[in-house]
Structures are given as C-alpha cells and as structure tokens.
C-alpha cells in the first residue's frame, strides 16, 4: 500500500474512533462502524492493503452514513472526496 493509501485508512479509523466516543447514530450504525474501523486500523498499520480494500472500507462507512442519515452527502452514490463524515470526525478539520 502507498503511503498515500496508508494515510487515508488511518485518517478514515481516526474519523470513525472520533465518531464512535461522540455516540451519534443508532446502535446498528455504531456496530457496522466499529467493525470497519478495527478492519481500517489493522489496514493502516500493513503494506499489503490494496486499493480494492480501501474503496470497500469507504463502502462500507457510507452505507452506515447513508442509511442513518449522519450527515449530507454531497454526491447520490459512492464515496465523496469531501466526505462530510471524515471531515466532521478528524481532528485536523472537525475543530474548524
């Protein structure tokens, strides 16, 4: 994995941890994001996550966003490169 990949997964279990201790969401949302972010946390710390892999963590993250409605989506499907869940919930950004 890049190091650019490597920061992404790590940006993104950053976002979810941040997310998690805020307790916003329902249980169900909470528990899907929970598992995605052990997955994403164990990806950010090995060279041999692929691209493949981070695309299906960000999958997986909008799925949880989408369907308890945390936050607007700029975009009707797919993951967003201005991502309003990471940008609430990193601490470089959700401070602003």
């Known amino acids: ?3 650019w ?3 992404e997964a790590d940006t993104l279990a950053e976002a979810i941890g941040k ?3 805020q307790s916003v969401g329902t249980a169900v949302e909470n528990q899907l994001l929970a598992l995605v972010q052990k997955q994403v946390d ?3 710390t090995t060279v041999s ?3 493949a892999e981070l695309t299906r ?3 997986l993250v909008c799925t949880a966003c989408r369907s308890g409605k ?3 989506c700029d975009v009707p ?5 201005n991502c309003a869940f990471v940008y609430a919930n990193t601490t470089e950004f959700g401070q602003l």
């Open 1 to 3: 994995m890049a190091n």
């Open 5 to 7: 990949e490597r920061r």
């Open 19 to 21: 997310h998690l201790k």
């Open 42 to 44: 164990e990806a950010s």
């Open 49 to 51: 996550t692929t691209p």
């Open 57 to 59: 963590f960000r999958s």
């Open 70 to 72: 945390l936050y607007n």
């Open 77 to 81: 499907q797919g993951w967003s490169e």
